[in-house]
């Protein structure tokens, strides 16, 4: 068995250590490659669900508009017929005097 100088094992540990971080920087390269593919396919997917949410909320707020506009139509459409019933009530009660005056004046005559 030959006896290792220390600078043998010196210049040994050098390589080894050289090749160790070659091999780490290979890995690290190789590490961030794929880090970077993940974060572009979940950026993609990200992306695709922030267009899918904007159009639903565009969806829901169109719906929401319809709404509104349905019921302002038929609260319009119901202070219409409160006020035509109103009109309708007073001139009935018009005409209710008017009869009860003819009334009263043949019951005298």
Do not use: C, P, W, Y
Request: hydrophobic share 35%; net charge negative; proline share 0%.
């Amino acid at each position: 068995m030959k006896n290792i100088t220390i600078d043998e094992l010196a210049v040994m540990m050098q390589k080894e250590f050289s090749s160790l971080h070659e091999e780490i920087s290979g890995v690290r390269t190789e590490l961030k490659k794929e880090i970077q593919d993940v974060e572009k396919r979940l950026e993609s997917k990200i992306q695709g669900v922030e267009d899918s949410l904007r159009s639903d909320i565009h969806r829901i707020e169109n719906s929401v508009n319809d709404i509104k506009e349905k019921l302002s139509r038929l609260e319009q459409r119901s202070l219409e017929d409160d006020d035509a019933l109103t009109s309708e009530v007073v001139d009935l009660r018009n005409r209710v005097n008017i009869l009860e005056k003819e009334l009263q004046k043949l019951k005298t005559a």
